[in-house]
Each structure stands twice: as structure tokens, then as C-alpha cells.
């Protein structure tokens, strides 16, 4: 049935109750002339947008957890396009609690709490960076970034930080990660990008600067001659050297 007149008098003001309407209202009032009802209506939907993205229902949130903008795995910290993306943070559960009655160091819980934030984030779209998860965990940079390679170390893996999905700072026990789970452990290089959180496009670059190391190394050339042949960190060269001296049979 279309409404009479009577009816659309009486009941369209109440469309100004929520939110949309109340945006477009505020734009056509504060902004009288500037902008036609079709912008009106685009930036209330953008801006509506904006809010559901950086303000998750609370109803989601967990005791022990919290929400934090962590950039988007898809851009990169100093991209001057940066975006962020709020995610849920598991900052206490219960297995810390159980930790703590069991006597375990701070320093151990701590280094729990950061691997599962770091996989949290990054199952959500984002990565955390060794900054976010100072001021998370209140702690010293370096220290968890300590921690961090140590857990690394330990369980043979590679968490999804930022230093690692963007290839950024200092980061290079990756590396010698990659070329070890190939070349050792002889593992499919698909395989590898999928457990250590690397594009196919990074493995493979990995895997052809070890060989190109490899080469050289056979032809009896040391560090310096093969940095400023490849343009490979001498760091990582030597990371390279040490897998080939221990695990390559054919030297």
C-alpha cells in the first residue's frame, strides 16, 4: 500500500533516529551548500564503514582480551599508505594463570603471551610489529625481540611479525630458516612459505641467493668477493655457510 500523506508527515522524521540519516543531517546542517545529497550520502556511508571496522562489537571480547590497530598485513609500516586494522588480542588466559600457579618465570609466560598474540593478529589480517608488543606487554623492544628469535630458534619456525612478512630491519634468522627446512629437512619450497609465512616469491629469492652462494663458495671464494658479487648482507652469507659447511655433503 503507498503511504498516504498524512503518514509520511507524521512518521519520516523518525528516519533522523539512526545513524545514516543523523550523518547526512549533520553535513547538510554544518556544511549548508557544500556538498549534494549523493556526497552527503557516500561520506555517511564511509564513514559508517570506518566505525564498524575500528570498533568491534564488545559482545566478542573475552575477559583477558583487548582490541589493538595493528597495521594490515597488506601494507607496510613506513608505506605512507599505511592502513590498520583492529584486531582481538588474547593479552590473559587461562593458561597463564596456570603458569604462574605452576611457578613458571615471567619471562617464559611472556614469551607465550607474545607468540599467541603475534599468530592472533596475523589470523586476523594484521601483523604486529616488536613496538605494538612492547607497549602490550610493557617491556623493553629488544628484549621480547630476544625472545622472540630464541622461540624461533627453539621450535624451528618463523612467527608472522613484521620484520618477516615485510622484510623489514634486521631480521635474518629467517633466512637460514628457509634455506634450512629445503634444503635439509628437503622440503617442498610451496611447503616452505606456507609454515614459515612467506610468499612464494620470497622462498624462492631465499633459495636462489643460497645457491648462488653455493656456486661461489665451490669456486673457492670468500665472504667479502661473494657480498660484492651478489649484493648479499654479509650476515646472512655467513648463515648460509654455516648450513653448507654442517649439512651439505658435497663439500
Known sequence: MIPTA???????SAHDRFLKPAIVNFFEREFCGMFGPVVRENIADALIDLFNSLCPESSRLKPGQIIW???DKRTRADSQKRRYKPVILSLVTDDEVSLFEKGTSVSTTRKNVMVRMIREAYQQGAVLSTRDLSLLLVSSAS???????????????ILPHTGVIHDMGTTLTHKRIIIYKHVVEKKDP???ARETNHSQLAVDKYLKDFNRVKTLVNDKKDINFIHHTTNIARPVIKQYLQIINNYVKEL
Open 143 to 157: 628484549a621480547l625481540s630476544h625472545q622472540r628469535i630464541e622461540y624461533e630458534k627453539e621450535h624451528k619456525t
Open 69 to 71: 590497530n595493528a597495521l
Open 190 to 192: 610451496s611447503i616452505v
Open 6 to 12: 498524512s503518514s509520511i508527515k507524521h512518521y519520516s
